[in-house]
């Protein structure tokens, strides 16, 4: 098992980098199968808790000065709620903010589009996750031609300058594109047709944004090449094996978590004293 710096340095989108080259049923940098990978995203998930717990004690004791954020991309179907029911949702749900963001509402079609993003970034102290994100703004925008392009080109310098400006603030920023393929994709749904217990995961869309698969391609393509920074790198995680893209993100936030060190608090308190108290109530 690879040290968690080591995954990250693998799956980040660096110069030159090209999606098309990248296989969606591949497992970069680690030579196991999928029981093995059971067992490491069980004993990752050991570190995760005690990082978190101290992340999250230090919030609470007021002393906390970072803060993570987990960007999550994909196409539809890739493991996004995957990933937050097993690898974030391994954790104290208190330390966790999760956002989901929709198609915007009326109030936020009025105002520039980072103004919601920005009202959900996650605290110090917490880890905060977003399933989609402000990327949307430049990936279906650009698909569907929902804005001028002359805005969809706006939008990659400000959410540059955005992105900068809250990893100055303590945010550790870790933006993740999950990438399968369209025949991975199309065995997913279909197993959320043939199962009742599935159907309400299933959207009829989801077959139309598949005929614009390689419009999507070329939209993600343009997002790395503008918006992979040093304050917030683009890592690409082939994600047709769910247990491997669960075990790349899980070792994404170990890296992350592991830079902060955070650590338990001092007691404010006089420890043996209170000892005595506790004995003699």
Do not use: C
């Amino acid at each position: 098992m690879m040290n968690a710096h080591r995954w990250a340095d693998i799956l980040r989108v660096d110069e030159g980098f090209r999606l098309a080259d990248v296989d969606p049923g591949s497992t970069p940098g680690y030579e196991h199968g999928k029981s093995h990978g059971a067992r490491d995203l069980e004993k990752g998930l050991a570190s995760l808790n005690t990082l978190q717990e101290r992340l999250f004690a230090e919030s609470r004791a007021g002393i906390a000065k970072d803060a993570v954020l987990l960007v999550l991309q994909a196409m539809d179907s890739a493991g996004k709620g995957g990933i937050v029911r097993h690898v974030v949702g391994g954790v104290d749900p208190q330390g966790v903010a999760l956002a989901a963001f929709k198609a915007p509402t009326a109030e936020e079609r009025e105002h520039d589009f980072l103004w919601r993003i920005e009202k959900r970034l996650p605290e110090p102290g917490f880890i905060g996750v977003f399933d989609r994100s402000h990327y949307e703004d430049v990936l279906i925008g650009r698909v569907r031609a929902l804005a001028d392009p002359s805005e969809i080109e706006r939008r990659y310098d400000a959410i540059n300058a955005f992105e900068a400006q809250v990893a100055a603030s303590g945010v550790r920023i870790i933006k993740v594109m999950l990438h399968i393929s369209p025949d991975e994709q199309k065995a997913r749904l279909r197993e959320r047709l043939e199962r009742p217990d599935k159907h309400w995961k299933y959207n009829p869309g989801d077959v139309d944004e598949r005929l614009l698969w390689p419009q999507y391609m070329e939209a993600y393509q343009t997002v790395f090449d503008r918006t992979s920074t040093d304050e917030a790198p683009w890592h690409v995680i082939p994600a047709n094996s769910k247990w491997y893209a669960r075990l790349a993100v899980q070792e994404l936030l170990l890296a992350a978590l592991e830079d902060i060190d955070p650590q338990w608090p001092v007691a404010e308190f006089d420890v043996e004293a209170e000892k005595k108290r506790l004995e003699a109530s």
